[in-house]
């Protein structure tokens, strides 16, 4: 070498492995970091359920295809759960476990076969002990990506102290009981009530049980060098500081929303994932509708309907006289009734149901008014991109503290929780999307937040942190 000469040092890049619940609502925000990465130039290794894989790698493969060969590799294991399991509604929580004991064993081997890959750097996965106890074991550092908002998964973190409060029990509560505020919950005194703490909580009020859970969420979250969430600062800044003061040292990095961040990289391919096909026929119904007229309604990946709900919420949809677009997903409505005269607003031209949409191209298309939703954390983010406000309506878990944020705090929506009544959903339909002080209101507040939204994905601070940290991990 002359003098003079530096001598060039060629880093290998980082070889990220993503390892998501295989379920819709956690793989689509896991896809959209695992391209963000590929798009900094990192080597990324997906693992998916062979159910999931079935279902989606054929668009995963195309959505990849983009990129230079060997940047992605997707693979699959086990979920241990026979084909005719429905992965949905309350039966969903049975994939965790089952996962566990039928991935855990092949999953080291996965990690240590990585098909001319460099070795995995950094493993990110949903909240498995599990992964964990293999990434220590093989000494990778790991990640946790928590899939749903800042302010659920603090709310989650208090279960102790409601339940120490005396703020627990809540089953069996009347109407109005059930509206009194839960004062336990730092940062949330004004905010939370009873009837907005998790369906799991309303029943399972048992402190120790609270406690054992929240004791091993809080130190499994320690072990890991990181927390990533899908939110910003602007959005959850005084519950991320909550829960930046009980993690430390663990890095908390809030970097979404991811959808808006990868909107704005000019390479992304962006979509490709669904696990039902697409019915792409409905952006044309929307192509012939007035502007702003149409409201948007689904529940999602898991959420299962009993055949009244579907009735209540049909009926309630057509007597507003406003037209609506459904994404109806297959298998999703249990139970016998039936009512024929469903079907009716669809013959109107009211009304069009379809079984899966391109839900981020909907709520962005300019016919679309509002969003009829279980207030899921990615569609909740979706809508907020949108700036199209929405009606709440969960099924569990996050959703029920994701409504009350978007209702109370945040001011684009409107909260018909535990409430499935036509005249109820009528009168809400309407009061979304007829002219008036309310809709007002709400659309400016929907357009402010879409603003910030746009602002917090320019100035990428955590995201640029959580990038530099992933590179700088020497193993
Ligand atoms: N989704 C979609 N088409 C549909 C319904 C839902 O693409 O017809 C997508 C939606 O865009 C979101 C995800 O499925 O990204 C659902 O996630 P969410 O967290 O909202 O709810 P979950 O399914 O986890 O309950």
């Not at 993503?18 to 689509?28: D, E, M, T, Y």
């Not at 490709?272 to 697409?278: H, L, P, R, S």
């Not at 999602?300 to 006289?321: A, F, K, P, R, Y």
């Amino acid at each position: 070498m002359e003098e003079g000469e530096e001598e060039q040092v060629t880093v290998a890049p980082p070889h990220v492995l993503i390892f998501p619940l295989p379920i819709q609502g956690h793989v689509n925000p896991m896809l959209n970091l695992a391209e963000l990465f590929c798009l900094a130039g990192f080597h990324v290794t997906f693992i998916l359920s062979h159910y999931a894989y079935n279902r989606i790698h054929h668009a995963v493969t195309a959505r990849f295809s983009t990129y230079p060969a060997g940047k992605f590799s997707l693979r699959s294991i086990p979920d241990g759960l026979p084909d005719e399991h429905p992965r949905a509604g309350a039966r969903v929580l049975e994939l965790g476990s089952s996962l566990k004991s039928s991935a855990k064993p092949l999953l080291k081997q996965l990690i240590l076969t990585h098909q001319g890959q460099p070795s995995v750097t950094c493993i990110i996965t949903d909240a498995f002990e599990f992964v964990a106890d293999v990434a220590e074991e093989l000494r990778i550092p790991f990640m946790f990506f928590r899939t749903f908002s800042a302010c659920s998964f603090w709310a989650n973190f208090c279960v102790p102290q409601i339940a120490q409060a005396g703020e627990f029990p809540i089953q069996g509560m009347s109407h109005e009981e059930m509206d009194r505020p839960v004062r336990s919950v730092p940062g949330m005194e004004d905010i939370l009530r009873r009837r907005d703490i998790p369906r799991f909580w309303r029943v399972n009020c048992d402190i120790n049980l609270a406690k054992q859970t929240m004791k091993s969420a809080i130190q499994e979250s320690r072990r890991a060098k990181g927390i990533i969430l899908n939110t910003f600062e602007s959005l959850e800044g005084p519950i991320l500081s909550h829960i930046r003061s009980h993690l430390e040292p663990t890095r908390l990095y809030p970097i979404g929303p991811l959808q808006a961040r990868l909107l704005r990289k000019p390479n992304s391919a962006g979509g490709g994932g669904g696990f039902w096909k697409e019915d792409n026929n409905c952006m044309t119904w929307l192509d012939a509708q007035p502007d702003d007229s149409v409201v948007y309604v689904s529940m999602g990946s898991v959420t299962e309907l009993t055949q009244t709900q579907l009735n209540e919420l049909w009926h309630g949809l057509i007597n507003s006289g406003h037209r609506f677009l459904w994404a109806l997903r297959p298998e999703s409505v249990v139970g016998s009734e039936t009512d024929d005269r469903m079907g009716q607003g669809q013959g109107q031209g009211l009304g069009r149901v379809v079984g899966w949409a391109p839900q981020e191209d909907v709520l962005g298309h300019r016919a679309v008014g509002g969003f009829l939703t279980h207030s899921g954390w990615n569609s909740t983010l979706e809508s907020i991109i949108a700036g199209v406000p929405m009606i709440c309506w969960p099924y569990f878990a996050d959703q029920f503290i994701n409504s009350r944020y978007v209702s109370r705090v945040w001011k684009i929506g409107i909260d018909m929780k535990d409430v499935c009544h036509r005249l109820t959903v009528e009168k809400t339909v309407r009061e979304l999307m007829e002219k008036g002080e309310k809709r007002d209101d709400l659309l400016q507040k929907a357009y402010c937040m879409k603003q910030t939204a746009i602002k917090a994905v320019n100035n990428g601070s955590s995201f640029d942190i959580l990038i530099q940290d992933i590179r700088s991990i020497i193993i």
